[in-house]
């Protein structure tokens, strides 16, 4: 179910057996000289698609995240992270009026993870500083960390993965748009590794916008395997958070 | 072409031939008890897919707006205006780095109108008080008050439109989405009409979430046509800010 | 009875028939040649005198408003968007406090209107997002787009009133400031129209600061004219928003 | 010279000669069950008026200050402190791209004084840690707190002076508004002293909202005395401060 | 007691004897050429220990200030006074969870001072719009400002105490880290007085960082008698602000 | 060296043969029944005195962090992650004024992680959003999180350290202040572990304040063998980063 393609009846029906959702959260920002620049948005809402059929709430995807290092590459936006905490801040606030408790932000790139859980304390700080007691549960679930995907990512590519415009990601980006898929080789096929700066400093050391990572290895029939190892890494995950046992 | 499912070097090539970039802009609120909670977005959002089909840049959909006085029915997402301000700013001073000056957002929410205004303006504030000269130029462009769209929203329905859940564009997400069309009387036929204000006085006055508007005269046919209608407006009024004669 | 005027028990007995304030906003700008820099200002505190007299509680004069694109210009003051929406924020919660629930801002500069109108969503956000009903209505009256002032303008000037530093303002603050009337050609007679961006965009198409208007048009006696058809305007306004059945 | 009543012609034959500015900052809160509730305001926009008829420029007077413990008596506004930084910080900003290099705040309200003063350590840290040298000066001036007042005050009124709702600042608006001169007895005579926390704690301690005050010694001819003390006062200060030697 | 010394448990008992505490706030800014980069922390958290050895609960010391004209010597660190003040209140906010009421920030730098009060005032701001009535008390004492730290450096100094890097301070860090103790001429023995603006001009007009003082007058035996003297002025201001008859 | 200890020339002089800085980081929080309320704050704070002394220099502790689900214990201060966020940033940009470029943030708490990288990416972002380079090289080094620290932790305790008011930080408070150790059994022996959310939930679940830890298994000679590894970790993992061939 879909929060955009649902009508107010229907989310308040939902709402009498489940009071969690989904918000797929990504990032618009540059991912290599043939990756998408969405494809951090793409892949959580791929799989987010996957979980909506098995009847859970999935809400707008948050398309832009913190990607400020990218932006020496065209076209690649950035939130500042005290924007994308306000962002995270409205939207869990606003559900929460309608009675919804279990936020889970499915999460498509590495750099919103520590913005999103500090924006999380930021929610949670404002019950505990006001003397509260919050119904709130908020998590971040990285389709890109749950066991099965990085399990088919080492069989798949071993280090070849690299940790950006990685051939898992791309792979997937596939799967949901096959018309995309392309076959080109990369120059040099390993780029280098190492930390994240400021966008300047990224673009000197990572020039093509790749980190470490072989996109080039990633094929279209890939890219239905990580749906399938995403969905079920993200189902379970979320039950176990949603679920009425759920501490 | 889509800013999402581009490459990098496909925006840089895009860059050379034009600055220009269109943001669908929207809102997650009830739309009554028969329209979609992601109405405002999915509209603007549909009529710049042709856009981009016309070669013309189409970012991310910035699917929340400021929708504060909607969050009496479930489902509903407001962004604070300071929380979208510094959304929309975020954006633009984004790409700015990468060479574009003209941002059109194609909106679909009337609850969006002075927050993105303002949001303009203080962009425009930060140059003007830095003492800098600014190339952005940014307008709004509300895809239901064109001149093709008003024309065929009158003739097919007179005052029936309303000001919320409004037949037009309950039958262009139906042309978007046309599984999700439906033919479900409502009661009242005509809900009433008034100011909008927080919420509750909203929800009290409003208690179907309707103002004004009788949806159920939608049809899917029209949806193609205010599809129609849409696109030329917004084709024509982008064309004119972003041409080379755009004063 | 003006605000800055009276007592604290004045302002209690005030309350027992009254929650309704008027609180006139302008702006700090250049206005032309000719123009005062206060007019935007001068011209919504003037028609306040009338409904202060009238027996209506007046604010004092937020003087300053969002006047960005005027930075061009010798004297302009502007605050920024976040400033204004705080500034109106605060004014409007503190009256709350001792019961005011009515808030009529009259305004003299258009470029107020957005920022205002995000300012009211703002507070009402804030009533929304805590699932509180908040009893404050706000609405902003341009005292230059009345009825009645709108005719008179049509007839005084047709289409030499322009769009900045028009004669119908600049004629009401000679009624305001007798002295200060002046007959002064300028050059060219009608200035160019067109879009508003940043500070020095501004200052680059519109040299002399004038938006299509003539403001050697003005006469003293006009100024009398827009006063009585402005106050007309306001107070029917003001009523209707005010009175028992203001929905 | 008022900027308000000022062209902007008139504004850039002024920074010629000087490149310095008054502007009158108040507050609108009780003072007592007789004075006025703009009295802070009224006082240094009177003496202001001296100094504008003495050749210097005058900015529009910031009405409303930092009030929040008047809070608890009808009619009293307040900023809060950090909405009051952003207001000056903007004011001054905005004159400074003129080239307004000295900014005298001429000041009536006590509650003002740490407020303003961290907004001009704001607006200088701004250029500090951005490793720029700044032009701007600003000052404070309390109006009160002349050495002329002060001589005054006691003279006249020796502790009865207080120090809220003073019969110094009530005279002083007499002068101002002849017509609202009154002559009444407050019971008690002299109200208690004390420090200063929230409104609710404020309205406890000082029921009728004076503090340590003898208002009903003012008369009306004291006001022209203390009008013409502060002028002199003032206009020392300003001269010191703005002076080629103003070191 | 210092609370970062305690357990949970023990300030739960503390709470029932008393809600008051201390929290030493200073800064982290050059003090001339041989006074320490952390004087105004040292200061008044060596004066604050001797308030913990006579029961008095002392916090964590607030060590970086308001400093944004120290900027032009090396190893300064400013937080902008909006900055500061967000952190005082999260501080107060957060201890008035467990039921502290009050508040005494024992300070060591006269640039916290506008700032701190801002603070207070913000924090008792939010009480006074929300029609909440608080309960907090918070006051500052600025440890140099004492009737008998000031009596003993007009003793010890008269006039050569200055206003930066004083021997009175410097003499009691000495008294808190005796190897640091120097001996040192320095050129010019008296330097400059005056207003203190932004980090440049600060630098240009008191080039080795002191205003007007003659730190070398400071003597390792003074160290001693103004901590005592020190101690004994904050007890009894803490005493009087803290006691049961506190107004 | 630490910096609050040195004169500014001092700190010149240091910048001519290095630009990186250590600043720890810690939080003010309850750490069980036994653990100080400063364990956070002392454990950096004591492995950067070795730093110290290794001639790196160190700046003044941080002393309050993120642990809004701390307060429901008391003593427990917290800042909001914008706050921290804001004081990180002021720290970070008044150090790179003075040519700083090198900010190793020691870390004792784990609640600070996702708010301080947070703080770096906004910094970062406010160059790349400017398209400045930025020369600033930040990171987070948590002592508790090194190779010998965790080996001797699990060496010493097992899965007994759990992770919150572990015994490996207790023991190395207790080297701090060898006065301060305790021997006392707490029952239950081994707390639950679990999630973190707000402090009403965190009290309710973790109900002593521990989270998953037997502290009464630390012993005053571990404090010594954590002192010691965690200084061999910071110092080899902050030359790393600082040195010259630091990428
Ligand atoms: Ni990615
Ligand atoms: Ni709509
Ligand atoms: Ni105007
Ligand atoms: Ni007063
Ligand atoms: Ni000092
Ligand atoms: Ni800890």
Same mark, same amino acid.
């Given at each position: 179910?879909? *929060?955009?393609?649902?009508?107010?009846?229907?989310?308040?029906?939902?709402?009498?057996?489940?009071?969690?959702?989904?918000?797929?959260?990504?990032?618009?920002?540059?991912?290599?000289?043939?990756?998408?620049?969405?494809?951090?948005?793409?892949?959580?809402?791929?799989?987010?698609?996957?979980?909506?059929?098995?009847?859970?709430?999935?809400?707008?995807?948050?398309?832009?995240?913190?990607?400020?290092?990218?932006?020496?590459?065209?076209?690649?936006?950035?939130?500042?992270?005290?924007?994308?905490?306000?962002?995270?801040?409205?939207?869990?606030?606003?559900?929460?009026?309608?009675?919804?408790?279990?936020?889970?932000?499915?999460?498509?790139?590495?750099?919103? !993870?520590?913005?999103?859980?500090?924006?999380?304390?930021? !929610?949670?700080?404002?019950?505990?500083?006001?003397?509260?007691?919050?119904?709130?549960?908020?998590?971040?679930?990285?389709?890109?960390?749950?066991?099965?995907?990085?399990?088919?990512?080492?069989?798949?590519?071993?280090?070849?993965?690299?940790?950006?415009?990685?051939?898992?990601? !791309?792979?997937?980006?596939?799967?949901?748009?096959?018309? *995309?898929?392309?076959?080109?080789?990369?120059?040099?096929?390993?780029?280098?590794?190492?930390? !994240?700066?400021?966008?300047?400093?990224?673009?000197?050391?990572?020039?093509?916008?790749?980190?470490?990572?072989?996109?080039?290895?990633?094929?279209?029939?890939?890219?239905?395997?990580?749906?399938?190892?995403?969905?079920?890494?993200?189902?379970?995950?979320?039950?176990?958070?949603?679920?009425?046992?759920?501490?």
């Amino acid at each position: 179910m879909f *929060l955009q393609r649902a009508t107010w009846p229907e989310v308040e029906s939902y709402l009498e057996r489940s009071t969690g959702i989904v918000v797929p959260i990504g990032s618009t920002e540059q991912h290599g000289p043939t990756g998408l620049i969405g494809t951090d948005a793409i892949c959580p809402e791929t799989i987010a698609a996957g979980m909506a059929e098995a009847g859970i709430l999935v809400g707008p995807t948050l398309s832009i995240g913190m990607a400020q290092h990218h932006l020496g590459f065209p076209g690649s936006i950035t939130l500042r992270p005290s924007t994308l905490m306000a962002l995270v801040g409205d939207v869990v606030t606003s559900l929460s009026v309608h009675g919804f408790t279990h936020f889970y932000f499915l999460n498509g790139h590495g750099g919103n !993870i520590a913005t999103v859980n500090a924006a999380f304390a930021e !929610i949670w700080a404002q019950a505990s500083l006001a003397q509260r007691s919050s119904d709130l549960r908020m998590k971040m679930g990285n389709w890109f960390a749950g066991q099965r995907v990085r399990a088919l990512a080492r069989e798949l590519y071993g280090d070849a993965d690299g940790s950006h415009a990685t051939p898992s990601e !791309i792979a997937l980006t596939w799967h949901a748009y096959p018309d *995309l898929a392309r076959d080109e080789a990369l120059d040099p096929v390993r780029p280098p590794d190492g930390p !994240i700066r400021d966008a300047a400093d990224y673009r000197k050391h990572f020039p093509d916008g790749r980190i470490g990572s072989e996109p080039h290895r990633a094929k279209p029939e890939h890219g239905k395997r990580f749906y399938e190892a995403g969905l079920a890494d993200a189902l379970e995950d979320y039950r176990r958070f949603a679920g009425a046992d759920s501490r």
